[in-house]
């Protein structure tokens, strides 16, 4: 951490941009320097909520408290002044869907959480006989219980009078950069209702090409369009904060958290990628002002837009399990004590010893949207120890990430040129080098791990001119560690066939029935 007291030469106090990061599990609010360094962090969890097998919720209203808090709190440990803060930047939890009552401010059901998957039944009713894909040239998405867009319509459908209501023009629907936005501008009393592209994009309620909602999918999905805020870029100043400790500064971002980290990472280039390892894994590409319709299983989304400037479209890909797998390891199987030790168990062994682990837990994700997968071990013999199987289960996350990829170059016809990688898995030096030897492609890690934050901190930075230009926010991107591929094709090649016969064993585990 950089010391937020010292002014510069001239003797002038230091300037700053916060960043709020409205995530799954916590809300936290992080303070950056000009060199893009971390001043100070704070960070609060807000409680998970399981009504029903399958349902996620979280309580809106508690996570506005906490997001005031840990803005306070933030610039409390930093010792700054709200003057010395130039712009606030929004990034945040994508898909997850809120409804609340213009005149109160009152959310009028818990927020749904993108995990949440109770429009399952009204995804395959919305997609007729056409299917997943029935708003995908559009939209970019297929038909799935992820986006928000269902969820409204779920909402509408479900608490009692809300269709009047939103009828009537009380209610307004948000994603959770909304909602924070909302609220940081004013609230009842004047707040701006705005999202970003980056977001808009992940409702299926925009069109790729309009950037503007799309009034016959709304119509489709039985969504009214006086709902729906307003769909600005995601670097511009969207209003000024009103009370509360940034009281005056101007709110100048929104990203959805995995674009913020393609933003973070500095990823400006055509065919410059990310990698965001945690739970599950999160792989964008920058794909240019082109937006390329996937048939390789991937999504199609706005990967940011600057100001007037032309958007930049990403294609994404996303893993279910794999730090989820190391969790697995520790928790149910008991073969390791903490996540660190799998990577000491898995140098033990050459290889994996013949052994695959696919963990289609819940099914497969990108590129093949299986839900009627489960996940297997192959290979086995006599001869593997759990050492081969930790080793295969680190290879399990290197093997996806190789299949997307794959499927990447396909729809794009582009080259991988670098994978930047952040998240927790990436303190894994195993993992990483697997990574760079099945991609056959250089592996790189930052100095600020920080990316998502850092993002949303850039864009705010970029729509107030703290920054000048993405040049500037490259020359302070700084490399921490490099991997690159020291793998023989033949072999690669080798095992990656194994893999993807270890992948088609999940399939069909499941029937219709169960």
């Known amino acids: 951490m950089t010391d937020a007291h010292e002014a510069d030469a001239e003797g002038t106090p230091r300037e700053y941009i916060a960043a709020i990061d409205q995530g799954t599990t916590s809300s936290r609010c992080i303070v950056f320097d000009r060199d893009g360094r971390v001043v100070s962090v704070d960070q609060k969890e807000h409680e998970q ?3 029903k097998p399958g349902w996620v919720e979280h309580d809106a209203a ?10 306070a709190g933030a610039l409390a440990k930093a010792r700054i002044a709200k003057e010395q803060v130039k712009a606030i930047g929004i990034t945040n939890q994508r898909e997850t869907t809120l409804l609340w009552d213009r005149n109160t401010g009152e959310p009028v059901h818990n927020a749904i959480v993108w995990q949440d998957t109770r429009t399952d039944a009204l995804c395959r009713e919305l997609g007729r006989n056409v299917g997943q894909d029935r708003f995908r040239r559009d939209t970019g998405l297929p038909l799935a219980s992820y986006f928000a867009g269902p969820k409204i319509r779920w909402l509408l459908d479900n608490v009692e009078g809300l269709k009047e209501r939103a009828e009537r023009g009380e209610i307004m629907f948000g994603t959770m950069d909304s909602w924070v936005i909302w609220n940081l501008t004013g609230g009842t009393d004047g707040g701006v209702h705005v999202t970003d592209v980056t977001n808009a994009s992940r409702t299926l309620l925009m069109s790729l090409r309009s950037l503007q909602w799309d009034e016959k999918i709304c119509a489709s999905i039985g969504v009214p369009t006086s709902l729906l805020p307003e769909i600005r870029s995601s670097a511009e100043v969207f209003g000024t904060a009103k009370g509360g400790a940034l009281d005056g500064v101007p709110v100048a971002s929104a990203l959805g958290d995995q674009q913020a980290a393609l933003f973070g990472q500095t990823c400006f280039s055509v ?3 990310k990698s965001t390892y945690g739970t599950g894994t999160f792989l964008l590409m920058n794909t240019g002002t082109r937006a390329i319709n996937s048939y390789a299983g991937l999504v199609t989304t706005v990967g940011y837009r600057i100001g007037d400037q032309d958007p930049v479209y990403a294609l994404e890909g996303s893993i279910a399990v794999t730090g989820a797998l190391v969790q697995w390891m520790r928790d149910q199987m008991g073969l390791i004590n903490s996540a660190a030790e799998i990577e000491t168990l898995a140098r033990s062994v050459e290889d994996n010893g013949g052994a695959y682990f696919v963990p289609a837990f819940s099914g497969l994700f990108a590129p093949y949207w299986r839900s009627d997968a489960r996940g297997v071990i192959t290979g086995l013999t006599r001869y593997v120890t759990k050492a081969h199987i930790a080793r295969a289960v680190l290879e399990a996350t290197a093997w996806q990430t190789r299949e997307i990829v794959d499927a990447m170059k396909k729809d ?3 080259e991988l040129t670098t994978l930047k990688v952040d998240g927790g898995m990436t303190s894994n030096n195993l993992l990483m ?3 760079a030897d099945f991609l056959d492609a250089p592996v790189v890690r930052p100095m600020v791990s920080e990316t998502t934050c850092l993002g949303a901190a850039y864009a705010a930075g970029l729509a107030v001119g703290f920054w000048n230009d993405v040049e500037d926010l490259r020359a302070n991107w700084r490399r921490a560690a490099e991997w690159t591929p ?4 033949a072999e690669r090649d080798r095992a990656y066939t194994y893999w993807l016969k270890a992948v088609q064993r ?4 499941l029937d219709e029935e169960s």
Not at 486 to 489: S, Y
């Open 412 to 414: 794009s016809g582009m």
């Open 271 to 273: 065919g410059e990628g």
């Open 49 to 51: 909520i399981f009504p």
């Open 62 to 71: 508690e996570i506005w408290t906490n997001v005031q808090e840990v803005v």
């Open 486 to 489: 020291q793998m023989d094709a």
């Open 506 to 509: 999940t399939m069909g585990w």
């Open 433 to 435: 080098q697997n990574i």
